[in-house]
């Protein structure tokens, strides 16, 4: 395997003063930047009693959130939101779309931007996909049930390439060389390399895209190596190009994974072959296969995480292996081919920390017991602080696990202290920063009759661009708290993430290229202690041997799939700054803005 170093000079980040910076209100479409933590109360436009006394008090908008109209469904999260989340269901007989529906009700925390999903009794393909939560896409009992067919995969979608335009929600779909619908969680790095590939003399077809997605290309790209596979039967007298789909899939399977570079987990339809699923050839982003028995014979379902099986009756049997092509075929057979030599496993650590369920397990390892081993080391650095702490408080939902574990493990009273509106979403993904800033505000209150003349230590999953951090800190501290400490379950996050996870730029990171002191200074808390990176790579080698590395990538700024183009890091910095530019436009429920309607 190869690891390069990004540079770590390059793009400058913020001075310190500005990192602490939230935007104050003063007209109404006008915002500046001004020091200091974010103050006030959301309820009727009035400002909190406290904001107004306190010493970093600063006028916000207290109109309601106001974001980018192309990303309401990220705004407006009731549930977790993270990246993608992909599932396929295998039947003999009966329908897919209800399974397929709670399936992807599973996934949801892995993306709210959008929807889809395609159906087949593998004559006819339904499909819909829309803007939205699952249940926003498919509101009415009537609109599901023109998905007929027995088989089926689906989608729910947080854009990390292209736009979260409606036209770029999956499946995907082309029809040539063989019908095929694709749906891709990860992030390609090599995609405008591939794009002009597929424009130029390599493609047979100078393929035409109609979207920025990167998954699009990646379907192009698996559709021309289909293509090539059967133009190399087509030479060879002994191959009948009829009798020859599966084997052309599977040989495509194995050129596609030469040119493909980044993170691909994919589930796809295709015609006359079946249901296809692989995975890039270091396993980057999860992909789990489950099974279970029916009267006509063993149906499948492969899925990003296996939390979607339990409520649709399948069983786990097993992780899809880095590398690996799996067929389900038409009539119910299972193929494996191993189509990529495998790399050494490298798994995104991410996962664990805080984008999969702690009821999945990914790569043999629980969610949840690699969230209680962070909990476990972390307890071993506190005995060595002199911090006096009278009780251990978590940042809900993510920190919950580790945060009992430190508790119980120091013999510490584990407090509720943050109380969280369950009816607000993730706010690290959310596109600007004062919607990010207002969102923590409208998600947590802090509980004075948990913090008041307490010395609090508050442990969170991840410190990513320290909003969230420095807001409870804020909110703490008005509720009564005497010393704040704060405990990281990861290391500081200081490198984007290429593969899948939206943590684009370095100048937005808290960390960049701040100390730990100083960090602990910008959030304005009486310490600061973050996991060691040994910690962390021993909690997740403990609990499953055979990984002797994973994707870490935001902290370390190694990429494990080898040297990352400059280029196109610039170019996820510059794509940054666009989404920052935008003005926000009224909040408004979504209409669904439905692609294509079965
Ligand atoms: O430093 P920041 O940029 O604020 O990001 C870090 C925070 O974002 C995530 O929470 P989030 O609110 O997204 O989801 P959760 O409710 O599942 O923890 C994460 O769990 C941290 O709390
Ligand atoms: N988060 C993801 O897995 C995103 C998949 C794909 N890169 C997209 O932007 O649609
Ligand atoms: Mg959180």
């Keep these: 395997m190869s690891w390069s170093q990004t540079q770590r000079g390059a793009p400058p980040g913020l001075a310190p003063q500005d990192k602490a910076a939230s935007y104050s209100r003063i007209s109404a479409n006008r915002f500046v930047p001004v020091c200091g933590s974010l103050q006030g ?54 329908s897919a779309n209800a399974e397929l529906y709670e399936g992807l009700l599973m996934l949801q925390h892995r993306g709210q931007d959008s929807a889809g999903m395609v159906t087949t009794d593998w004559n006819r393909f339904c499909e819909h996909r829309a803007n939205g939560l699952v249940r926003e896409v498919w509101p009415s009992q009537s609109r599901m049930d023109k998905l007929t067919g027995s088989s089926g995969i689906g989608h729910v979608r947080y854009p990390t390439a292209g736009t979260p335009s409606a036209q770029e929600a999956q499946p995907f779909f082309v029809n040539s060389p063989l019908g095929i619908y694709l749906i891709h969680n990860g992030n390609l790095t090599n995609t405008e390399h591939l794009r002009t590939l597929l424009n130029g003399s390599h493609s047979f077809f100078n393929r035409h895209m109609r979207t920025g997605s990167d998954s699009e290309v990646l379907l192009n790209v698996l559709a021309d190596e289909i293509h ?69 014979g063993t149906e499948y379902c492969v899925a990003s995480e296996d939390c979607a099986f339990g409520p649709i009756g399948f069983q ?81 939902d993510g920190a919950r696990p580790t945060a009992i574990q430190i508790s119980s493990v120091l013999g510490l009273p584990y407090r509720e202290g943050l109380v969280k509106n369950r009816y607000v979403g993730r706010t690290f993904i959310m596109p600007d920063q004062r919607t990010r800033e207002l969102s923590v505000k409208r998600k947590l209150n802090a509980m004075p009759a948990v913090f008041s003349g307490r010395n609090v230590l508050l442990v969170d999953d991840s410190i990513v661009r320290g909003t969230t951090m420095r807001q409870i800190v804020d909110m703490v501290r008005r509720a009564g708290a005497k010393k704040v ?95 920052e530019r935008r003005q926000p436009g009224p909040l408004r429920e979504p209409t669904g803005n439905a692609a294509i309607t079965a």
């Design 485 to 579: 400490y704060l405990a990281s379950a990861s290391p500081p996050v200081r490198f984007p993430n290429v593969y899948g996870v939206d943590l684009p730029t370095r100048r937005e990171f808290v960390a960049c290229d701040l100390s730990e002191e100083q960090i602990r200074e910008v959030l304005g808390a009486d310490g600061l202690l973050y996991q060691s990176m040994s910690d962390m790579e021993t909690v997740g080698r403990a609990l499953n041997p055979s990984i002797s590395h994973f994707e870490d990538s935001c902290f370390t700024g190694r990429y494990c799939t080898g040297h990352v183009d400059p280029s196109y890091l610039a170019s996820l910095e510059a794509s940054v700054r666009v989404k």
């Design 228 to 296: 090539r596979a059967h133009q190399r039967c087509l030479t060879n007298p002994t191959c009948d190009p009829r009798n020859h789909k599966l084997e052309m899939v599977l040989e495509a399977g194995t050129t596609a994974m030469k040119l493909l570079q980044g993170a691909y987990s994919c589930i796809c339809l295709v015609k006359g072959v079946g249901l296809v699923a692989f995975r890039d050839p270091f396993g980057i982003r999860p992909l789990v296969l489950g099974k279970r028995s029916s009267p006509s």
């Design 41 to 94: 109360s959301l309820r009727g436009g009035s400002l909190h009693p406290a904001a107004t006394s306190h010493r970093h008090s600063t006028l916000i908008s207290l109109l309601p959130l106001q974001p980018p109209r192309k990303c309401l469904a990220r705004q407006r999260g009731s549930l977790c939101i993270r990246m993608c989340g992909i599932i396929g269901i295998y039947r003999h007989q009966g």
């Design 316 to 396: 786990r049997v097993r992780d899809v292996r880095p590398g690996e092509m799996l067929v389900i075929s038409e009539s119910g057979e299972l193929i494996s081919r191993q189509c990529a030599v495998p790399e050494p496993p490298a798994p995104c650590i991410f996962e664990y920390i805080y984008l999969a369920r702690p009821d999945s397990v990914l790569n043999d390892i629980s969610v949840y017991n690699f969230q209680l081993g962070l909990g476990d080391r972390l307890a071993d650095r506190l005995r060595q602080m002199d911090w006096d702490i009278d009780c251990v408080v978590p940042v809900p």
